[in-house]
């Protein structure tokens, strides 16, 4: 018989770790067995449902750029579009909607904003309104207020030509489209033989690195196309001599070596941008031109074509573009002019360094617009287009909003078509800095001169629309602007409108 002493022999401690609770070694219970979920996936999928013809081209319409409307934004354009769509497809007529008579999303939006700016109830100095005397124009342009060209207007008779560039002889050095001309300041430093700058000692420290190190996998060696493929243009082969006689050709990106037989020559080319001129002022359908002029380039391009005339092609198109709204074409055309320009082949080179100026304005590129300004020349200053450009860049800088709109009014050749661009900013701009200065109201007629616009009507849509609708009253025979209660309303609109946008072919 063994007796056992009064004690529990237990185990030593071998670390200073507090063991965990009795709790802790009690098993878990098992899990419940549930039935597995079996996700239904033998269900068809909804059909996609197939739109009639009409209505994919009444959205294109919609979204097209020669209808848009200034002050209509995307989002509240498409959602009128859904609401027309949604109301014709729970009536069942979308086959039977007529939608090539029926009014765009944005122009039912604008009517829709014109009956509520007539709306007594909304506006309750509207029916006083008729009694003002609304001028047409303002008060200090009495009747010679200047109308913004058309393309068609351009003579380039009345532009002054000369082929003896001024800057050629005022500045001996690089000038801007001689720089510009390069794709980067790498490429630029390498061809102008700097290679003993920092620059260039940094890029060999960087290849020398680079040289000893074996990438962790192979290159993907380039595809090889089989000898039955379309051939590749060669740029050796040298230019190609077109034996085309059509005057129309649509533009079509080129996948292989160009045929001559469907390429013009110049003297055929030259009486397609006649035909074409006359066209654009007959018809004004800028789809058609634009196509019709891309076409014409390309021709031009093929047959390394660059003289006066490739210059008259390229300043046509542009200014046509411009008219439209078109800044993608007219970048690319605003582009090829810088180069064409440096080889002084003749054309109008202020005019379109004064656009630049405008364009810069409106993109804000700071950075680009210090290399246009420090390349312009005395003698380019003085050229009345540069000089209202370099005007408005420095009333725009030191924030005299009453001198920029003075010279909106009065714009030379057509900047104004790109003024327009940025004029509602800088209204929007100017409007929050009266709110701060001119309290607790302003006149109409004083906002009205004051912004440059063409009437009273043009200048309380404009506040309408950027959500001043409630801070106009009537009273003492005027309509005033509260300007004490409407300052944070521009302040918000003001930011939106400053918001960078990047744009298609910028330069």
């Given at each position: 018989?063994t ?6 022999a237990?185990s ?5 770790v507090r063991p965990p ?8 219970p ?8 079996v ?11 197939e739109?009639?013809l009409?209505v994919?081209?009444?959205?294109q319409?919609s979204f097209?750029?020669?209808n848009s409307v ?9 959602t ?8 014709a497809?729970e ?10 008579s ?6 039912m939006?604008?009517?829709?904003r014109?009956?509520?700016l007539?709306t007594?109830?909304?506006m ?5 309104f008729?009694t003002?005397?609304?001028?047409e ?5 009495n009747?010679?207020f200047?109308k913004k060209?058309?393309?068609?207007d351009l003579?380039?008779g ?13 500045n001996?050095r690089?000038?801007?489209e ?6 980067d300041?790498r490429?630029?430093?390498d061809l102008a033989?700097?290679g003993s ?7 060999d420290?960087r290849k020398?690195?680079?040289?000893g190190a074996?990438?962790?996998f192979?290159?993907?060696?380039p595809?090889t ?6 051939p590749?243009?060669?740029v050796d082969?040298?230019p190609?001599?077109?034996r085309?006689q059509e005057l129309?050709?649509k533009y079509?990106r ?8 469907t390429?013009r020559?110049?003297p055929?080319?030259e009486?397609t941008l ?7 002022k ?6 058609y031109?634009?196509d019709?002029?891309?076409s014409?380039?390309q021709?031009?391009t093929v047959?390394h074509i660059?003289n006066?005339?490739?210059?008259n092609?390229y300043?046509?198109?542009?200014r ?10 007219y970048n690319q055309?605003?582009?090829q002019?810088?180069t ?8 109008h ?10 364009y810069?304005?409106h993109?804000c590129?700071?950075?680009?617009m210090?290399?246009?300004l420090?390349?312009?020349t005395p003698?380019?200053k003085q050229?009345p287009a ?6 408005a860049r ?5 924030g005299?909003y009453?001198?920029?709109?003075r ?13 327009d661009m940025?004029?509602a ?11 701060k200065?001119?309290?607790p109201e302003?006149?109409?007629r004083?906002?009205t ?5 063409e ?8 506040l309408?629309?950027n ?9 003492d025979?005027?309509?005033?602007l509260?300007?004490?209660?409407v300052?944070n ?11 960078r ?7």
């Open positions: 018989m007796t056992s002493g009064a004690f529990t237990v030593a401690r071998r670390t200073f609770p009795p709790e802790l070694y009690q098993v878990p098992p899990p419940l067995q549930t039935a597995p979920v996700s239904n996936t033998t269900k068809s999928e909804k059909p996609k449902r739109w009639p009409a994919r081209q009444y959205v319409r097209a750029a020669e200034a002050g209509i934004g995307r989002e509240e354009m498409e009128k579009l859904k609401q027309v769509i949604s109301v497809a009536s069942n007529t979308l086959l039977t909607q007529n939608w090539d029926l009014p765009l999303p944005q122009q939006i604008q009517d829709e014109a009956k509520a007539q007594p109830a909304n309750p100095w509207r029916d006083q008729s003002l005397n609304v001028q124009t303002n008060g200090f342009s009747g010679t200047s060209r058309k393309s068609s003579d380039p009345q532009i002054e030509h000369d082929n003896h560039v001024p800057w050629r002889d005022t001996n690089n000038v801007f001689d720089r510009l001309s390069y794709a300041k490429q630029r430093n033989g700097k700058s920092k620059f260039q000692s940094n890029l420290t020398r690195r680079f040289e074996q990438p962790a192979p290159s993907p060696q595809f196309p089989p000898k039955d493929d379309s590749m243009p060669n082969q040298g190609v001599i077109g085309s129309e050709k079509f080129l996948t292989s070596a160009p045929n001559p037989d390429v020559p110049i055929v080319l009486k006649e035909h074409l001129k006359k066209k654009w007959r018809e004004s359908n800028y789809s031109i634009c019709q002029f891309k014409l380039r021709d031009l047959q660059k006066d005339f490739t210059v092609v300043e046509i198109h542009a046509i573009a411009l008219e439209k709204g078109d800044l993608g074409e055309c605003q582009t002019l810088r064409l320009y440096s080889q002084n082949l003749g054309g080179p202020t005019e379109f360094k004064a656009y630049r100026i405008l810069f304005i993109t590129n700071r950075t680009d210090n290399d246009v420090a390349d312009l003698a380019e050229e540069v000089k209202h450009a370099l005007e420095s009333a725009l800088a030191l005299n009453h001198k920029f709109f010279l909106y009014l009065d714009t030379p050749n057509m900047g104004a078509y790109l003024m940025f004029v900013r800088e209204r929007l701009a100017a409007l929050a800095n009266m709110s200065a001119y309290k302003v006149s109409l004083f906002v001169e004051e912004l440059g616009f009437s009273d009507e043009e200048c309380a849509q404009f309408c629309n959500g001043a609708q409630a801070f106009l009253d009537q009273r025979g005027d309509v005033h509260l300007t004490g209660k300052g309303t521009f302040e918000v609109a003001k930011n939106a409108a400053f918001r946008v990047d744009i298609k072919g910028q330069i």
